[in-house]
Structures are given as C-alpha cells and as structure tokens.
C-alpha cells in the first residue's frame, strides 16, 4: 500500500515520501538478524531499524492525517530527515449481511447492518445510521461487480435493499466509508433457485 502524500499545512509537506515501510538502511549487504536489540544488524556498514511506537494506534487517537518523522544520523555526524503521511480512519463493519429472494418485488431483497467503532468509546461497536451503502451484483465469479441498487441505514443501522428483476448470480454490499470511518465490503452472497 502506497502512503498517501502529504497534506497541505503538514511540517515536511514539500519533502520526499518514504518507501512503504519504515525501514532504513545504509549499504546493500545480507542482513543477520540480532532479536535481543530492538534492531536488525546487518553485516559491514549495514544496520536496519525498525520503528516501533510505545504504544499502538487504538480507538482513542484520533481519526485524520498523521505524519510519521524518521530521522537518522551518520557515523560523521550528519543527520538526514525524512516525512511520510497516511490517513487514519475508525474501522467500520456490515454484518449479518444475507440475500434472499423477494416475492412482491420479483428480484433480491438484501438485508443486514453497518456497525462502527464507537465514536466516544464506550463501547466497541455502535449503529451507523444515516449512511448510503452499494448493493452489487455479478452474474458469475468470472464477471466484474456491477452497483445496481443503493440502500440506507436506519437509527440502529440496519438496512433492507431491493432490487428488482435479478435473482441469479452473487450479491453483496459496500459502504463506500466517509471522511473518519474506512470502507467495508461484505462477503459475496449467492441465492439458491
């Protein structure tokens, strides 16, 4: 996964990205691994450092850009900085996703509900209301997913989706996310004729 580039107003917005991974390394030898120093040692001029925080990201920081700094110094003494920033965003869930058929329409009725991690944190999980989600469809596992219908989530985040005149292939449904809470895509659904 690519880091997104950096935000405008963020210090080192105008600097290089970093490489995917938080790694730096100082010549091109094979490593030998050292696990009782909190690094990689590498053979010659070679040392390769992980970065590991003392804590790790949870539901309490905040949803938004951040910016990783790594800096590192020389044996001369020189140092070199680098910026890379990525988005965070809250973990969302559709659940109890299933499809079935629909009598009165003559298609597929999908049903389920959005979940997200609680906002204020005193739960795990609470109700995503008022969000759109993508209902799509595919008529075999070799066809590309088509959005054929669209449904909204009520105050406790269920949600019901009709679409008519289809009742083969696969289903399932996407929430796109929003500015702090990521996407989620459910499993594919198939009904049986």
């Known amino acids: 996964m690519e880091p997104a580039a950096p935000k405008d107003g963020v210090p080192g917005a105008n600097r290089p990205l970093l490489p995917p991974r938080l790694v730096w390394r100082l010549a091109a030898h094979k490593p030998v691994l050292d696990h009782g120093r909190g690094a990689a040692r590498l053979t010659d001029d070679w040392q390769t450092w992980r970065f590991l925080p003392d804590k790790k990201l949870n539901r309490f920081y905040p949803a938004g850009t951040w910016t990783v700094t790594a800096t590192a110094k020389g044996a001369n003494g020189t140092?070199?900085?680098?910026?890379?920033?990525?988005?965070?965003?809250?973990?969302?869930?559709?659940?109890?996703v299933r499809a079935e058929k629909s009598a009165r329409a003559g298609g597929v009725r999908l049903r389920g509900s959005l979940t997200r991690v609680d906002p204020r944190g005193l739960t795990d999980y609470g109700p995503f209301a008022k969000q759109r989600l993508e209902v799509l469809w595919r008529p075999d596992e070799s066809s590309a997913w088509q959005a054929v219908g669209e449904a909204t989530t009520d105050a406790a985040g269920a949600f019901v989706g009709t679409v008519q005149g289809r009742t083969d292939g696969f289903w399932r449904v996407r929430f796109p996310g929003t500015g702090h809470y990521a996407a989620d895509l459910s499993k594919a659904r198939q009904i049986a004729q």
């Open 79 to 96: 140092t070199v900085t680098q910026y890379a920033s990525f988005e965070l965003k809250r973990e969302s869930r559709l659940t109890a």
